[in-house]
């Protein structure tokens, strides 16, 4: 057998990897360097475009459990993350470069694998994993059009500033968390509280600043958890108040009350210099984010570590196009894996691709769906609703416990975590690819 795969994103080399274990050969294609995206700064395969952290590495938060999972797996593009590590605290934060360098080896030094750089405007013949990912082109967006029989869905992802520490006027900004009831707990959240006359002032101005244009080919659908906080403004002056802005649960110590509206920031790095400001993905021009953002008191000096930016992400509505094996249901010869698929998020891609890859070669029971490649697979093929929007791994998409256990929030995630674990060491064991070297 050989399969074409088309994208060398995070999925399609994964998939292209475990294919080539199982003996098959596989033609990987690529369109960079030759074209590039609005987003992608190199040629290299398996680029991190938004950021270099694959998210918690802890087995209580979902993505930490996925992590762990895929290891157990013998996911390649796992092997290479966690080469290139870097310190990040609890989170899984890689060196891009050394990390992409990485997968380029992996695919380069395997002989079953091709790597042609051109990109594709037609499906090739025989067996296809198509892994173009969210910044897709047009060409092959097309394709994918008249394959599944409708326009293509896509969003706009936003990407929040970044401002550093030491600029941040802390006569004005305080430490605390939502509902903090602990004394002296730490507090992971930064907090600059508004006046009710601040606060529409600044509205005012988010509503009237400039931003980056919209193509004319393009319509704006925004994906839910990355609204851009000058379109939320647009839908009503309290609607920022009612959402990212909300003064709930939080007491200004200053004058021991709350504030009529409050603006978030959360440590990016480990060493604290850079804080990001929650929820207010933009896209804003640059010199528009620096005159608004700094309105909000606290940063009337905030020197800007990143500025927002937006870009098109292109997905399909996978529940109800693909079968429950990633396969189109009117042409099975052809798989879909990846963001394209409408799930969101690097180690989400990785999951996908490694499915696609195994499901490919023929494996017949899929992943139970207690575990997290289960959850994965299933919000692409099964989650039908009238609003299909692309989501990260959580624990929402996990079967309920049978019995709630004591000890809280945590202690539910943790046995979900250990009867994921149970559940994928059978199910490994059972298609006797089980490997636990580590």
Known sequence: MKVSVIGAGLAGCEAALQLAKSGVEVVLYEMRPGKQTPAHTSG?????????????????????????????????????????????????????????????????????????????????????????????????????????????????????????????????????????????????????????????????????????????????????????????????????AFGPMKPVGLIDPRTNSSSFAVVQLRMENLAGTAWNLVGFQTKLTYSEQKRIFRMIPGLEKAEFVRLGSMHRNTFINGPTVLDKRLQLRTMDRIMFAGQITGIEGYIESIASGYLAGKLMTGIDVLPPLDTALGAVLRYSTDTITDNYQPSNINYGLFPPLKKKPRGGRRARREAQANRALESLGKWLADLDVLSFSK
């Not at 993350?81 to 891009?96: E, H, M, S, T």
């Not at 990912?133 to 293509?152: C, E, N, Q, Y």
């Open 44 to 240: 290299l395969p398996a680029e991190l475009v938004c950021s270099n952290s694959l998210r918690s590495d802890l087995l209580h938060n979902a993505p930490g459990l996925l992590k762990e999972e895929l290891r157990r797996c013998g996911s390649f593009l796992m092997k290479a993350a966690d080469k290139c590590k870097i310190p990040a605290g609890g989170a899984l934060a890689v060196d891009r470069d050394e990390f992409s360098k990485t997968v380029l080896e992996m695919l380069s030094s395997n002989k079953l694998i091709k790597l042609v750089n051109e990109e594709v405007s037609e499906i090739p013949d025989g067996k296809v994993i198509i892994a173009a990912g969210p910044l897709a082109s047009k060409a092959i967006t097309d394709v994918i059009t008249d394959l599944t029989g409708s326009d293509s869905l896509y969003f706009y992802d936003a990407i929040a500033p970044v401002v550093d520490f030491e600029s941040i006027n802390m006569d004005k900004a305080f430490f605390q968390n939502r509902y903090e009831t602990e004394e002296g707990a730490a507090a992971d959240y930064l907090n600059c509280p508004f006046t009710k006359e601040e606060y529409f002032d600044f509205v005012k101005e988010l509503k009237a600043g400039e931003r980056v244009s919209t193509r004319d080919f393009e319509k704006e659908i925004h994906f839910q958890g990355c609204m851009p906080v000058e379109a939320i403004a647009d839908s009503g002056e309290m609607s920022l």
